[in-house]
């Protein structure tokens, strides 16, 4: 039972190029989440999944799509990259007590 | 909306001493709680958790009881150890909502 996993780990991408983040998650969760982390910033939701086929956005949703094509996965999308977007993404699946179980994180450095 | 508000860190203590960490939460409905630790590098683990007024949750030593009278889901620690540096996350889950309402996050850094 791997839970929550995230590829790639590290990534280091120049301004304007595009990538796609991949978090796949083996409990049959119904809801998936990304986050970013930055320092002094907490967590802050980006994108989040209610099902298979949902999407809903959070609270820094710009320069960022999602799609949950199959209920274990969910991506993460930035189609022009800033510096802005320099941080720590996780992403997380939703237990049956609202509680949240996190994967390993990727850092993401935008030159 | 719901929120959480956490003390303000680093907080700073010595192998062996007691540990609090004060958490507290407005919230409508009856939230369920949660406390998470982060090492450096990784992501964030879920420590411990309360469903319910009065419950409490434990794990690894540390404890943390849902007071509804206080709002508050305080962690403590009776004798931390350096392994338990960390940075340490109260969060809060209403059933009305699908997402977390996490708090900003305490810093641990226990020195031997």
């Known amino acids: ?111 | 909306g719901d929120s959480v508000t956490q003390m303000e860190g680093p907080v700073t203590l010595s192998e062996e001493a007691f540990l609090t960490i004060n958490c507290t939460y407005t919230a409508t409905g009856y939230p369920s709680l949660f406390w998470y630790v982060q090492y450096p590098g990784e992501g964030l683990q879920l420590l411990l958790k309360a469903t319910k007024a009065d419950d409490k949750g434990s794990n690894k030593g540390f404890e943390a009881t849902y007071r509804k009278e206080t709002t508050s889901f305080h962690l403590e620690k009776g004798s931390v150890q350096v392994s338990d540096s960390a940075v340490y996350f109260c969060a809060l889950g209403n059933s009305g909502y699908s997402t977390l309402t996490f708090g900003k996050g305490t810093m641990l850094l226990v020195s031997p």
């Open chain 1, 1 to 111: 039972n791997a839970g929550v996993t995230q590829t790639p780990k590290f990534r280091v991408l120049k301004t304007g190029q595009s990538m796609t983040l991949l978090c796949a998650q083996d409990m049959n969760h119904e809801y998936m989440y990304w986050y970013r982390q930055d320092p002094g910033m907490g967590l802050r939701l980006i994108h989040y999944s209610v099902g298979e086929g949902t999407t809903a956005k959070g609270e820094v949703p710009d320069g960022y799509n999602v799609s949950r094509l199959k209920k274990q996965n969910f991506l993460l999308g930035l189609e022009s990259a800033a510096p802005s977007q320099t941080s720590v993404y996780f992403c997380a699946s939703r237990g049956s007590y609202n509680e949240q179980f996190f994967g390993p994180g990727t850092r993401l450095t935008v030159l």
